[in-house]
């Protein structure tokens, strides 16, 4: 019986740093399931384990002074996706723009800083945003992060206000 136990826990603790590996292949819809030709992009992606995660980022913020708002919006992510692209073309970062203008996606921020772009968008429904997808672009290499999780604007407004008056 104590051998059964042993299997089951090796299995079960497996299962659950599966999420943890990293794959070659697109975890985000448009890179997934679309059929486009990336021709010859580089794709890493990789799923964060949130019940993991969330306890060792809200020991940085503290840490580091953050806001309780920040905290709080850390506590309401549900799942993180992350997909970096190497030798990614302007072409394929307008196509996913329209693909997400198409998925009822709303741009809320565009930032340009040293070459760089950072674009976030939500998806709402009604007064709660449910994803929220960044897009960090450079020349040639793009990182997307997917977060899900149970949002309202007024706890991004607060955390936006929070990070500047720094």
């Known amino acids: 019986m104590k051998t059964l136990r042993h299997i089951f826990l090796a299995l079960f ?12 292949k697109p975890n985000m819809e448009f890179f997934s399931d679309s059929g486009y ?12 384990p949130v019940f993991l995660a969330k306890p060792y ?7 580091d002074g953050e806001s309780e708002e920040v905290i709080s919006l850390v506590k309401k992510v ?8 190497e030798n990614g073309s302007r072409e394929m970062l307008k196509d996913y723009t329209q693909y997400l203008n198409n998925h009822d ?3 809320w921020a565009t930032i340009k ?3 760089e772009n950072v674009n976030v968008r939500v998806k709402q429904n009604g007064d709660a945003i449910k ?14 992060v997917d977060v899900k999780g149970n949002f309202t604007a007024e706890d991004i407004s607060k955390m936006i206000n929070s990070v500047s008056n720094k």
Do not use: P, W
């Open 13 to 24: 603790t497996i299962g659950m740093l599966q999420s943890c590996m990293v794959s070659g």
């Open 37 to 48: 030709d990336f021709k010859g992009a580089k794709m890493t992606s990789f799923n964060v």
């Open 57 to 63: 980022i809200k020991r940085a913020l503290r840490e």
């Open 78 to 85: 549900s799942k993180i996706k992350i997909l970096t692209i």
């Open 105 to 107: 996606y709303e741009d």
């Open 113 to 115: 800083h040293d070459g």
């Open 131 to 144: 994803n929220m997808l960044l897009t960090v672009n450079s020349d040639k290499e793009m990182v997307f």
